[in-house]
């Protein structure tokens, strides 16, 4: 793997230890593609192209291993390109890898297109955020306080806001 250019440190940046596997060999690390990016990009650690053809699910090598610290998860997240050019994502999203998990990090990706989609060895296939994980203790309680949703559920809120574009906004998808 590479180092990639576009990492910088941040007032918030924490070090990982990252283990590079050799079928990952000349593959990017996992990397930022902007300095605003919140996931790094993760790339198909494959040796030929996977075919993923409509409904099917397959399980990508990314072609490395990380040490996360106690109190931290990493998130495996879908990339958006990939969602709505081709209808791939990812399946378990976002996919929970643990603290103390210390395997490869593959990606469980799903075509819900129509048409077949070509993964090619080194394609980005998912982004990772990393995330501080909270630990929680319950305290047992007879009943909870009240809040104005109550036990409102499913769709209680319902699905619109209220406004009605303007036609030049809907035609551009500006918003009022």
């Not at 106690?70 to 643990?98: F, M, W």
């Not at 306080?145 to 030049?168: H, L, M, N, Q």
Request: neutral net charge.
């Amino acid at each position: 793997m590479t180092e990639n250019p576009t990492s910088l440190p941040s007032p918030l940046s924490l070090i990982i230890p990252l283990q590079a596997l050799a079928h990952g060999t000349g593959l990017p690390l996992p990397g930022y593609a902007t300095p605003g990016a919140a996931g790094l990009d993760l790339a198909a650690a494959i040796t030929a192209p996977v075919i993923l053809a409509p409904r099917q699910r397959r399980l990508i090598p990314t072609g490395f291993a990380l040490a996360l610290p106690v109190g931290y998860e990493a998130q495996i997240r879908p990339r958006s390109g990939l969602a709505v050019k081709h209808g791939v994502t990812v399946l378990n999203s976002p996919g929970t890898i643990d603290s103390d998990y210390r395997g490869e990090i593959k990606v469980l990706l799903i075509n819900l297109g129509d048409q077949d989609v070509t993964i090619a060895p080194g394609d980005r296939i998912a982004q990772m955020v990393i995330q501080a994980v909270c630990r929680v203790e319950w305290q047992i309680v007879t009943e909870l306080s009240e809040s104005v949703r109550g036990e409102k559920g499913f769709g209680s809120t319902g699905i619109s806001t209220g406004v009605k574009p303007s036609a030049a906004s809907a035609q551009t998808g500006a918003t009022p």
